[in-house]
């Protein structure tokens, strides 16, 4: 499933030092604006304890994690919207991402230069937002001189984008992002397929130094960011991009000792890995086989049918039922037998809507 989330922020707030860390793909990291010029694009595991259980329990030859996908995409600046600096370019590859996570300097360095000259987290959400916003104006006042023509005719879909078109210009005109408007269903449909940059959802990236990693609540900046993500309904993960990337250079016990002499019970990083694919409103079930224990993606409210389609295109076209135990019921029986005894195993058809945690068998026939 090709969905990705993009890593956005002004340059030096520590964007391609996190995305290193998550990927460990070696984006080039320097202290000056623009460094990355094309997106970097890398693949990453979702970090799910379930998979590590079921594996204790099937003992399969082999163990594969879903994954998901992060472009780092390089530093906006003031103006982007306006071509400064490279920002046609960038604003373009923010188009092609599902969501974004708004990384946010947090942090004061004297060392490394802030393009706006200080700290200031409010400040530089804002930028960002603006660009984005602004791009966004430009985009719905060209469809809106075509669509206002065709709605004088009365064509019924005309007129019903226009009345969209004309909500999303005044929202923008005061600075507002498209997500911030309350749509209905038909109306969602057309915002659509205008492929808005403001009407992608953000989750933000508040960048901490090592010092204030285990007491973010005594980050003045953080707090900043928390409030103003609380208003838009956005979620906030804390990191120290600093420290994720050394933390992404362990293994196993290394890693585990490394974060308890931190005091803290889990990475940044799989704290945001787990926060950008639930953005998306995306799930994980599974199917556990002597052969392999593995993890699949879904969005949420995807039917058993599709999910099947989702392994391959022959479990889609020739589904005839799925066997379902949810994983809970199966560590808590032990065994798929023992489940099976106790009730736990159910047999769904093509209505079914998979759910998270699912351990799943496609009976299929082509």
């Not at 995409?73 to 708004?102: P, T, Y």
């Not at 956005?234 to 293994?251: H, P, R």
Request: proline share 3%; net charge negative; charged share 30%.
């Amino acid at each position: 499933m090709a969905l990705t989330t993009g890593i956005v922020g002004l340059p030096n707030v520590g964007k391609s030092t996190l995305f290193n860390a998550i990927t460990q793909a070696g984006a080039e990291s320097a202290n000056y604006p623009f460094c990355t010029i094309d997106p970097n694009v890398g693949i990453v595991e979702v970090p799910d304890s379930r998979l590590n259980k079921l594996t204790e329990l099937v003992k399969p030859k082999k163990t594969v994690p879903t994954a998901f996908e992060f472009t780092d995409i390089a530093g906006i600046v003031e103006g982007a919207s306006k071509g400064e600096g490279l920002g046609n370019k960038f604003l373009s590859h923010i188009r092609q991402v599902d969501a974004i996570s708004h990384v946010v300097r947090c942090f004061a360095d004297d060392n490394i230069t802030h393009v706006s000259g200080g700290v200031n987290p409010l400040r530089d959400i804002e930028v960002i937002n603006l660009e984005l916003i602004l791009a966004d104006l430009e985009s719905v006042d060209k469809r809106l001189t075509r669509v206002a023509k065709l709605a004088k005719t009365k064509d019924k879909e005309a007129v019903a984008e226009l009345a969209v078109l004309e909500l999303l210009k005044d929202a923008f005109e005061n600075e507002k992002p498209a997500r911030s408007i309350d749509f209905d269903d038909d109306q969602l449909k057309i915002v659509k397929q205008l492929h808005l940059l403001t009407s992608k959802p953000v989750l933000y990236v508040a960048n901490v130094s090592e010092d204030d990693l285990v007491a973010e609540e005594d980050n003045d900046y953080v707090k900043q960011v928390k409030e103003f993500a609380n208003q838009e309904n956005s979620n906030v993960i804390v990191v120290c991009a600093k420290i994720e990337s050394e933390i992404a250079e362990l293994e196993g016990e290394e890693k585990e000792m490394f974060l308890e002499e931190l005091g803290i019970e889990e990475s940044g990083l799989d704290q945001l890995i787990r926060a950008a694919y639930s953005l998306l409103g995306l799930e994980t079930y599974f199917t556990a086989g002597e052969q392999e224990v593995r993890a699949w993606t879904f969005r949420n409210g995807t039917k058993a049918p599709q999910a099947a389609g989702i392994i391959h295109t022959d479990f889609e076209r020739g589904f005839i039922r799925a066997e379902t135990v949810s994983y809970h019921d199966l560590v808590d029986a032990g065994t798929m037998a023992v489940a099976k005894e106790r009730g736990k195993v159910r047999l769904e058809g093509k209505d079914y809507v998979v759910k998270d945690g699912d351990v799943i068998h496609f009976r299929f026939n082509v």
